[in-house]
């Protein structure tokens, strides 16, 4: 299961994706969540997925690799899709028994918020998959430049989601050695119901707090003993540049956003 975990990993290939400016690609990607939540028909879902699967190709990602990252969100799904099935009120009555009442309206809604909490995933992990987190640090502080005038911890805020993101990938692994050192004393974290599953895991968290406070430690000390001190007079090793390719990406994704609002006022 945790090998499904996409969000945070950086998928290290030469694309043209992977060479604009992790500017444009954070812009873009707001663009694109923007652009889902304009969406307001399956027609326009169709759109939307065409165009992740024109990306993760120019990117050179299996697009199999991009839909493993929804197996962990499975729970969450199919909590969105039962609230919005059952509380959601219609006039065409599907099923009626006791206090249950489905409605045609229910499901249609139940299968559009969940499509859309699924593309917001694969668009995000897009995002991480072809950008690595120094790059997406430079890019977060510099866009956030301007709220230093007010005194907002640009640097602060970018340093600590940079961490956040290259922290996953080692979390993950550390989980992963966890649980294998634990099945191999006879744990079992697969048999049962969601309940005794989620029991089974408790023990999984004390070593992994542990290890996260002591590599949390280490990186305090490191970072203290090379003299860092925030953001102030440093220099960057890269230098971020917009590019042609830059443009071209933010003229396909107008494009796309384009198509989205047409298809809201044209297409059923």
């Known amino acids: ?68 990252g929804i197996r962990p969100l499975r729970m969450i799904l ?17 099923v009626s028994f006791w206090v249950i009442r489905i409605t045609a309206e229910a499901v249609r809604q139940a299968v559009f918020y969940s499509l859309r909490l699924v ?3 694969l668009g995000t992990s ?29 640097h602060e805020l970018a340093m600590m989601m940079t961490i956040a993101l290259r922290f996953i990938p080692t979390l993950l692994d ?4 966890i649980m294998k050192a634990q099945m191999a004393r006879g744990a079992d974290f697969e048999s049962g119901n969601l309940i005794s599953r989620a029991k089974a895991m408790v023990p999984l ?16 000390m490191a970072m203290e003993s090379r003299c860092y001190r925030g953001g102030e007079g440093r220099t960057r090793f890269r230098v971020l540049k917009i590019t042609r390719n830059d443009w071209i990406a933010a003229g396909i994704t107008a494009a796309f956003l384009a198509l989205i609002i047409l298809s809201g006022k044209v297409l059923p």
Do not use: C, W
């Open 1 to 68: 299961m945790l090998t499904n975990i996409t969000m945070g990993q950086y998928y290290p290939v030469d694309s043209p994706v992977h060479r604009l400016d992790p500017r444009t690609k954070l812009i873009l990607t707001i663009a694109f969540i923007v652009g889902i939540f304009l969406v307001s028909n399956f027609s326009g879902y169709a759109l939307v997925l065409g165009f992740l699967y024109f990306v993760a190709r120019t990117a050179k990602i299996p697009f199999k690799m991009l839909m493993r």
């Open 78 to 94: 199919i909590i969105t899709f039962l609230l919005n099935l059952f509380f959601t009120p219609g006039e065409q009555v599907l």
């Open 119 to 121: 593309f917001l995933v």
């Open 126 to 154: 897009l995002l991480t998959l072809t950008t690595s987190p120094v790059a997406l640090s430079d890019a977060l502080e510099i866009l956030m430049g301007p709220l230093k005038k007010i005194h907002f911890p640009a």
């Open 174 to 177: 550390e989980t992963d050695k």
């Open 205 to 220: 968290l004390v070593p992994l707090f542990v290890s996260a406070f002591r590599r949390a430690g280490d990186l305090a």
